[in-house]
């Protein structure tokens, strides 16, 4: 019940979109053989709903997608590719690099006073961590992403106010740096476990300093996480 009521209160925080980016809730997979496959989803603080599929495509090469979709047209969406190795004693390495496009509609909804529209991100991504623990067959991990993050938004009467709010608004063009780093767990069966995801974001803006994108500081996701 203590579950349920929690995933209820992310619910509500997911509908209520107030940043243009946020940490994403990506799964850590930890592919360590060829042929395996990740699924995990669910719910996170910031963004409403997830998904990850990865794929150990041979026994160095890994792939990876990511979706989140949140209410208002938001939207994030992560492709990637990437080397694993297995370190022994169940530890294992990754290294992932990747593009992702989302849509943002941020701000006040009551109202249109917002920041609107698509931005790109371009990333790298590492990983570390160990897998099938001999305590609940755990497995728990750190992933630093950091990455070229452009967006080309509407200002909806964000930072320029107009004396009407129909327009025309001035389009805002923002060029950052973003670090991510995060967290995981995962407890349960050896294929089907639950999984909590802790991630955090730092940004900094090239051009347009005087109008600073409001950013997430913290995401927390719950989920489930199945190993094929």
Request: with cysteine; charged share 15%; hydrophobic share 40%.
């Amino acid at each position: 019940m203590k579950v349920i009521i929690l995933f209820g209160i992310l619910f509500v925080f997911g509908l209520t979109g107030c940043s243009v980016y946020t940490p994403q809730t990506v799964d850590i997979p930890l592919i360590n053989k060829k042929n395996e496959v990740r699924a995990d989803a669910g719910i996170s603080f910031q963004e409403f709903v997830y998904g990850t599929i990865s794929y150990g495509l041979t026994d160095k090469i890994a792939l990876q997608t990511f979706i989140n979709a949140g209410v208002g047209g938001r939207f994030f969406f992560q492709n990637a590719a990437g080397y694993f190795r297995d370190l022994g004693n169940r530890n294992i390495m990754e290294f992932y690099g990747g593009f992702a496009f989302g849509h943002t509609d941020a701000g006040n909804h009551d109202v249109p006073t917002r920041l609107k529209g698509p931005y790109q991100l371009y990333f790298t991504q590492f990983n570390f961590g160990k897998i099938d623990c001999q305590f609940a067959n755990a497995d728990f991990g750190i992933g630093i992403k950091s990455g070229y993050l452009h967006s080309n938004l509407d200002n909806l009467n964000y930072f320029t106010h107009y004396s009407n709010y129909t327009g025309p608004y001035e389009p805002l063009v923002v060029n950052s740096f973003l670090l991510e780093p995060n967290a995981f767990l995962r407890i349960g069966g050896e294929k089907l476990k639950f999984s909590l995801k802790l991630g955090s974001c730092w940004h900094y803006q090239f051009i347009n300093k005087d109008k600073n994108l409001p950013v997430s500081i913290f995401n927390l996701g719950l989920g489930l996480n199945y190993r094929f």
